[in-house]
Structure formats: C-alpha cells, structure tokens
C-alpha cells in the first residue's frame, strides 16, 4: 500500500475489506459457539479462536490505515488472549477434577 498505483490500492482495498468482513462473520459463528456449547472444552476453543481472530483483525487494520502503533496493540492483545485461555483452561481442569473425585466417592459410597 503506498506504492502509487491507482488500480492497486483499490484491489487492495477491496481484498481487505473482504477479509474483515469474512472474519466478522467467523467471529459472530464464534461467538455463537461460546455460547451454546455444549461443552465446556467447545466454549473454551471458541474464546480462544475469537481471540486469534480479532488479532488478524487488528492486523489486518494496521496494514489498511496504515498505523503502525496498532501491531503493538495487536501483540498486547495476544499476550492477554494467551494468560485468559491459560487461567480458563486451568480453571476447567480443576473443575473438572473435583467432579471426577466427588462422582468416585458416590461410587464407592454405593
């Protein structure tokens, strides 16, 4: 972008476009993942798709507005989005095994 070719930087313009469009529509269907589940594991790679997406997408709006302060803020957001699914994952694990450990004690008690 920059180079000064009329036809060019309209070409990519529109491919750009397209792509924010496409993955806006990616992100809702993720989003609708999250939400329905039906497992917890399911939502948990959701978020974590949704994540990856908005960096393309603010990857994406730094190369169209020609910004290069939004790559910084893409790189926060993908350390953030890394520590969040980390901690949910962790979370979920534990979860996970006090049931497993409360279903065996039923079981034992029966």
């Not at 070719?5 to 993720?30: D, K, M, N, R, S």
């Not at 790679?45 to 507005?65: P, R």
């Not at 302060?69 to 979920?92: H, W």
């Amino acid at each position: 972008m920059g180079s000064g070719i009329p036809q060019l930087e309209q070409a990519y313009h529109v491919l750009l476009t397209g792509a924010l469009i496409f993955l806006a529509i990616a992100l809702i269907l993720c989003l609708v993942r999250a939400i329905i589940g039906p497992r917890v594991a399911d939502r948990l790679v959701a978020v974590n798709m949704m994540g990856t997406m908005i960096m393309v997408i603010i990857g994406i709006l730094s190369v169209k507005m020609q910004e290069g302060y939004l790559a910084d803020i893409c790189l926060i957001y993908a350390m953030i989005s890394f520590l969040s699914v980390v901690v949910l994952t962790k979370v979920y694990t534990g979860v996970y095994a006090e049931k497993k450990e409360v279903e065996k004690k039923e079981k034992e008690e029966n």
